[in-house]
């Protein structure tokens, strides 16, 4: 990184920022029942998410701040699309909860890594995968796509569980400097 490591107000993070921003009003569009609008919301937080990462690394804008506002994002459009299911599509609710215990187990885990061995966790491809499948689940879910949506569930929780279990023995190896 440079010394604009700690720049906050750049392309990416602005593109993080309005994902954040937009994630109440997809649960409002949503609830009222503007499947068609929710769906564009969707393919606009799926493109700025991606076009947010390229751009930071194409045009030099990667910061402290894109790093945390990014999987922040992330994580809330999950939990609050993950919540909306649980609500009003049917998504088992023990489903949903395993992934919440994963990523806060994980979160608790990086978090003491992180103060021990100053080496900050990073993602591997199986988690990237599990991530993905999980999206899939939801947005079937919140489109309700069914039997597809039911059909995928627990092999996607099963994945990410699985790829917790990966990170968790991985982080553990890192020795403390």
């Keep these: 990184m440079t ?6 107000w750049t392309v990416p993070n602005l ?18 029942g503007h499947v068609p609008l929710g769906a564009a919301l969707i393919v606009y937080a799926i493109l700025s998410d991606v076009a947010d990462g390229w751009i930071a690394r194409r045009w030099n804008q990667a910061s402290r701040w894109g790093r945390i506002l ?5 994580k809330l459009a999950a939990v609050v699309v993950g919540l909306f ?11 949903f909860a395993l992934t919440i215990a994963r990523d806060l ?39 309700d796509w069914q039997p597809y949506a039911r059909y995928t569930v627990w092999p996607a929780v099963a ?19």
Excluded: E
């Design 85 to 95: 299911c649980v609500l009003h599509r049917g998504l088992p609710a023990l489903a």
């Design 105 to 143: 187990s994980l979160l608790v885990g990086g978090y003491v890594i992180l103060r021990r061995t100053q080496i900050a966790p990073v993602s591997a491809d199986i988690g990237r995968y599990a991530a993905l499948l999980w999206g899939i689940v939801l947005l079937l879910h919140a489109f």
């Design 15 to 32: 593109l993080s920022l309005s994902r954040i921003a937009l994630i109440p009003v997809w649960w409002w569009v949503m609830r009222a």
């Design 159 to 177: 994945l990410y569980l699985a790829a917790g279990v990966y990170y968790m023995r991985r982080t553990l190896s890192i020795k403390p400097t």
């Design 3 to 8: 010394a604009d490591d700690n720049r906050f």
């Design 70 to 74: 990014d999987p922040i994002g992330d």
